[in-house]
């Protein structure tokens, strides 16, 4: 049974920085995208960044362009998220997931297999 466990959120400030990472365990996953989503309180799930199988190539959302940053450790089965120049918009549910596909776009679209608990990510203005 894939397994995604996400760490790494925190309260920060405006301007501030964080680096959630999510380790994954079970089966395979070199061969698949990860990516990130997010859900505020009242919102809907989107979509924040995803990285292919072989870290390459990555997709971001327009909100956390040029702001947040996904890589992934193929050998320590790990992804991470380094958000820099943190808004409060950007308070969340941060979800950790296995995407159906290989391409870093595809991760908004092809649809998810596994999910991650989430970590809080809240910042103050």
């Known amino acids: 049974q894939v397994q995604l466990v996400e760490s790494g959120g925190g309260l920060v400030q405006a301007g501030g920085s964080l680096r959630p990472s999510c380790a994954a365990s079970?089966?395979?996953?070199?061969?698949?995208?990860l990516g990130w989503f997010r859900q505020a309180p009242g919102k809907e799930r989107e979509f924040v960044a995803g990285?292919?199988?072989?870290?390459?190539?990555?997709h971001y959302a327009d909100s956390v362009k040029g702001r947040f940053t996904i890589s992934r450790d193929n050998a320590m089965n790990t992804i991470y998220l380094q958000m820099n120049s943190l808004k409060p918009g950007d308070t969340a549910l941060y979800y950790c997931?296995?995407?159906?596909?290989?391409?870093?776009?595809?991760?908004?679209?092809?649809?998810?297999?596994?999910w991650g608990q989430g970590t809080q990510v809240t910042v103050s203005s």
């Open positions: 997931a296995l995407s159906r596909g290989r391409t870093a776009q595809g991760v908004r679209t092809n649809g998810v297999l596994f």
């Open positions: 079970g089966g395979i996953l070199n061969n698949y995208a």
């Open positions: 990285v292919d199988w072989s870290g390459d190539i990555t």
